[in-house]
Each structure stands twice: as structure tokens, then as C-alpha cells.
């Protein structure tokens, strides 16, 4: 099993910067695909990035490529989105996933099996 409690949204001016965390426990984390998505009211939780198990591989939602960037620290257990230059249309619930062991990159939630409650990110004009 793998837990996943996300940390560090709240409210930023447009063109603004926030770094959200994902601290994990559980089983195999550094075997493990990590990923976030995002759910704005109204609409489907969709893809925003991912980093593969061996760190050597991320991948971006083109709505966000060049403006946020995963990393991960498997020794401290914790997956970080840093989120730049934040638009309005950033607005929403952000969304920690964690996938099976070896599995690949993926930017369908049903790659990724555990999830985390989320934690809400707010921007204004």
C-alpha cells in the first residue's frame, strides 16, 4: 500500500510561483512512477506531469511545458511540482498519483493506482 498526502497549495497572484509536495509512505516509492493531475470545478481531473521511477524521465501536459517542473527525493520520501508564471486557468485541485512498481510514464490516471487527497491551489487577478 502507498499513502499520499499533498501539501503546500493555497492562494497566488497570476504570474505568481507555489511549489506543492507530495510525501509518501508506503512500499517501493523509488520503484514507483509519480505523478499530479488537476480537477477545476465543472471540468475532469486531467494530466499536468509525471516522473518516472528512475528519475530520468518527466513528461508535461502542454498547457503547463515550460512553466512547471516534478522532481523527486526518494530518499526523503517526496515528489515536488513547482508551478511558475501561474495563469488563472491553474486554478484548481492538485492531485498526487502513484503508479504500480516498474511501471511506465503515463498520462492516464489508470496508470497510477494510489492517489492523494488533494490540496488547492487559487490564483487571482
Same mark, same amino acid.
Given at each position: 500500500q502507498v499513502q499520499l498526502v499533498e501539501s503546500g497549495g493555497g492562494l497566488v497572484q497570476a504570474g505568481g510561483s507555489l511549489r506543492l509536495s507530495c510525501a509518501a509512505s508506503g512500499q517501493a516509492l523509488s520503484r514507483r512512477v509519480m505523478?499530479?493531475?488537476r480537477q477545476a470545478?465543472?471540468?475532469e481531473r486531467e494530466f499536468v506531469g509525471c516522473i518516472s521511477w528512475s528519475n530520468t524521465i518527466t513528461s508535461y501536459a502542454d498547457s503547463v511545458k515550460g512553466r512547471f517542473t516534478i522532481? !523527486?527525493?526518494n530518499a526523503e520520501r517526496t515528489v515536488y511540482l !513547482?508551478?511558475?508564471s501561474l495563469k488563472l486557468e491553474d486554478a484548481a485541485i492538485y492531485y498526487?498519483?502513484?503508479g504500480r512498481e516498474f511501471s511506465q510514464p503515463g498520462r492516464d490516471r489508470s496508470?497510477?493506482?494510489y492517489w492523494g487527497q488533494g490540496?488547492?491551489?487559487t490564483v487571482s487577478s
Open positions: 505523478g499530479w493531475f470545478p465543472g471540468k522532481s !523527486r527525493d !513547482r508551478m511558475n498526487c498519483a502513484a496508470t497510477y493506482p490540496t488547492q491551489v
